[in-house]
């Protein structure tokens, strides 16, 4: 059977009359069981009914030729295959072994049937293939003939659609004829505009010979230039770091003025000066050392005109009231700053000649006030401080606008040459003040003059770069030591005197010497604002109040245990008087607040004293002494606890008895209402009023609770009571109110 190949109307690009017939190609396997289905596409093609033929062994195929022979071959082996499958499906036993002969067929018709068209080409070619049969009239049956029919049906079949594709190819063809003629044109500009190219490419490459040759040259005299610019920039370059103009070296040596010009040739000689150590590490250093020996020998000269410019200025400060002077002198420092020698030199010999002209001027002040020290001593020390601290700014201000060569007034430098140039006044000044601070013997003198010191120690606070402040501090302690010297020289005199000791006299009042020592330290007292007496340390200011409160009491104490005239009572007052004097004096003064609490309870102390005195003689004079003996032996009277049992072991006492309580009873009214116009009498020497009545007062106070006390125990051991009740003696003493406000903070017993 001849099957027709679609894909044999495609032409071969290979060849250009040729036609390329190419085997089918292999594809997807089709399955013998669906050539049912596939009859069904094809709707006229009935395949299946013309390939199954009955397997008759008596049924024959006459071929004529071999081209019959083959066809037959072919189309008896699709039967035979098909009838394989129809027997394997009734005995499905022997379908194994007749499967690949079923495999044998699929796999050919998919090669005719089926290739890489998609199903729209497909449809197209069959569609094609219809009306060609149409229009020729032709049979399907006929084409699909085994025999010779069939195959001569196909052949002519096969050649009308040849044909037609010749047609059809010869008419696309026509179309592309003009542009052919058209190429054709093209091609005969095309090979004349090669001939043009190659004979002007043989034109441009002898001009490129020509240009290279050319080109050649000019490097070759670029090269040249360029080596000549750089033996001139070299020249330029060795003449401008490693040498100088004569006018140049005339500006360094000869010219007299220092300007700009000069500082700037300065600076070019320092860097050529600089650059020589290059020379000097190439194989030939003769050259360096020449011109750095010359550049020494300049700078050398240079230094010494500038050193001396700067002498010269120092010298007579007021040629800097020029500005232009100022900032040369300036300059020249800037300069020398980084030569130490030169400037360290410079600056002593400044330092010593500017300490030499301040302490001339500082003696010539002190021996034109002479006639002020001797009148008066703080007026001087005043003006004399006044004058060094107008001293030191004036200093220091011209110091800062000579040497603020940094624009650094805090510079180190700055600060250095002000310190050593007012060293030197740190000796007369202090010699001077400390002169007037040991000859005088006022205190208050002296305080005044210390407060001139702490007063110009602020003041030189604020003026940078001055030592003088160490001296003022020296000079304070001095004031300090002076004041304590002064005083304990002063109590030393008084504690020796005799005349301080016969001041205590009869009236038993404080001596004088206490009042005259404190006139002059109370006033230095109320003249002192800070937080301790003469802004002292702590242990020091101690010390000093010890200095006037205590050393003070302790020499009173001494010269009265020394006078035998006073009696207890006698020795307890004026010791009451003194106290007393001595706290009304410091008593207003706020740092001394600590020493009126010490005194007060000295005072305290004292009272307490005169009040057991009076109480015993009162006891004395009723009779009493012995019964108050007595009933302490036994249990001590107290406020917090009293019971009379405990008393009981009094009535064995001979002492004690109902005939010595009613004569008792008796002198109670007889002496009581007069005791204490007596107790007054001998309290009036007491200054203080307020401690007479307080003394008084308790001296009753315990009187009568000792009788309320004691009357209990007589009503209990003698049923005796005395005639006047607690409460009775208190008004007829006039102390009702006093002994209900001491009842009333009694606890209860």
């Known amino acids: 059977m001849d099957f027709i190949d679609f894909d044999t109307f495609t032409k071969d690009n290979s060849t250009d009359n040729d036609w390329n017939l190419p085997q089918p190609q292999p594809a997807l396997s089709l399955p013998i069981t669906n050539i049912e289905n596939l009859s069904k596409k094809l709707s006229q093609f009935k395949l299946t009914k ?48 007749k499967s690949s002969s079923n495999s044998t067929l699929s796999t050919r018709l998919s090669r005719v049937l089926n290739d890489s068209l998609n199903d729209n080409d497909q449809r197209e070619i069959f569609s094609y293939i219809e009306n060609n049969l149409e229009e020729n009239e032709l049979n399907v049956q006929d084409l699909l003939d085994t025999g010779f029919v069939g195959s001569v049906s196909r052949s002519n079949f096969k050649n009308r659609i040849e044909s037609n594709l010749i047609k059809n190819h010869s008419k696309i063809l026509k179309e592309y004829q003009p542009v052919i003629k058209q190429l054709k044109s093209t091609e005969g500009k095309l090979n004349k505009f090669n001939e043009l190219n190659s004979s002007t490419e043989s034109i441009i490459d002898s001009h490129c010979q020509n240009s290279n040759k050319f080109n050649a040259r000019i490097n070759e005299l670029n090269k040249q230039q360029k080596l000549v610019l750089l033996k001139k920039q070299l020249l330029q370059s060795f003449n401008a770091k490693f040498t100088l103009t004569e006018y140049e070296e005339f500006v360094l040596t000869q010219s007299g003025e220092m300007n700009d010009e000069f500082f700037k040739v300065l600076s070019k000689l320092q860097k050529l000066n600089e650059n020589c150590y290059i020379l000097l590490s190439l194989d030939n250093c003769k050259l360096g050392n020449d011109i750095l020996n010359k550049s020494n020998q300049l700078l050398n000269s240079s230094n010494d005109k500038i050193i001396k410019f700067c002498n010269k200025s120092l010298g007579n400060l007021y040629s800097l009231n020029l500005k232009s002077k100022l900032v040369t002198l300036q300059k020249c420092l800037r300069y020398l700053q980084n030569k ?48 060094v601290h107008s001293l030191i700014v004036n200093e220091s201000e011209t110091i800062i606008a000579i040497f603020n060569i940094n624009e650094n007034e805090n510079d180190p430098i700055i600060q250095d040459i002000i310190n050593k140039i007012l060293m030197n ?31 110009y120690v602020i003041m030189f606070k604020k003026i940078k770069g001055n030592n003088l402040i160490e001296v003022l501090h020296s000079l304070i302690s001095n004031c300090q030591d002076r004041i304590f010297s002064i005083i304990s020289n002063k109590l030393s005199i008084i504690k020796q005197s005799n005349s301080a000791r ?143 049992s405990i008393y009981e072991p009094i009535k064995e006492n001979k002492l004690y008895n109902l005939e010595s309580m009613k004569q008792i009873d008796e002198k109670i009214q007889e002496i009581l209402p007069n005791s204490i116009i007596e107790i007054q009498q001998s309290l009036l020497k007491v200054n203080s009023p307020m401690i007479v009545n307080d003394t008084i007062n308790q001296v009753f106070i315990n009187f009568i609770k000792f009788i309320k006390k004691l009357n209990l125990i007589n009503k209990e051991i003698l049923d005796f009571e005395f005639t006047w009740s607690d409460y009775e003696m208190a008004t007829m003493l006039g102390i009702e109110e006093v002994y209900d406000k001491e009842i009333a903070s009694l606890p209860d017993t």
């Open 425 to 455: 006044l740190q000796k007369p000044i202090k010699l001077k003040i400390d002169h007037l601070i040991y000859s005088e013997t006022k205190v208050l003198t002296i305080f005044q003059i210390f407060n001139l010191l702490d007063l």
């Open 340 to 387: 130490y020698n030169y400037f360290q030199n410079m600056i002593d010999n400044f330092i010593n000649s500017r300490s030499k002209f301040i302490n001339d001027e500082f003696l010539n002040y002190c021996e034109s006030n002479l006639e002020i020290v001797q009148q008066e001593s703080i007026r001087f020390i005043g003006d004399l401080l006044a004058y």
């Open 50 to 97: 013309n390939l199954i033929i009955p397997n008759d062994s008596t049924t024959t195929i006459t071929v004529n030729n071999d081209e019959d022979e083959l066809m037959k071959k072919y189309a008896k082996l699709s039967i035979n295959l098909i009838s394989d499958e129809k027997k394997q499906e009734q005995d499905p036993e022997n379908g194994n072994e």
């Open 502 to 644: 016969l001041e205590l006299d009869t009236d038993l009042q404080p001596p004088n010497w206490i009042i005259e020592f404190y006139s002059d330290i109370l006033n230095l007292l109320d003249q002192i604002k800070t937080k301790t007496i003469l802004n002292l340390t702590t242990d020091s200011h101690e010390k000093f109040l010890d200095l006037i409160i205590n050393s003070p009491v302790e020499i009173f104490n001494s010269h009265v245990e020394l006078n035998k005239a006073f009696n207890k009572k006698d020795n307890l007052i004026i010791k009451f008087n003194f106290l007393d004097l001595i706290q009304s004096k410091v008593i207003p003064i706020s740092l001394l607040s600590d020493k009126v609490i010490e005194i007060n309870s000295q005072i305290n102390d004292i009272t307490e004293k005169l009040t057991t005195l009076e109480y015993v003689n009162l006891l004395k004079s009723l009779h009493l002494e012995n019964i108050y003996n007595v009933s302490n032996m036994i249990c001590p009277f107290s406020d917090e606890f009293f019971d009379t």
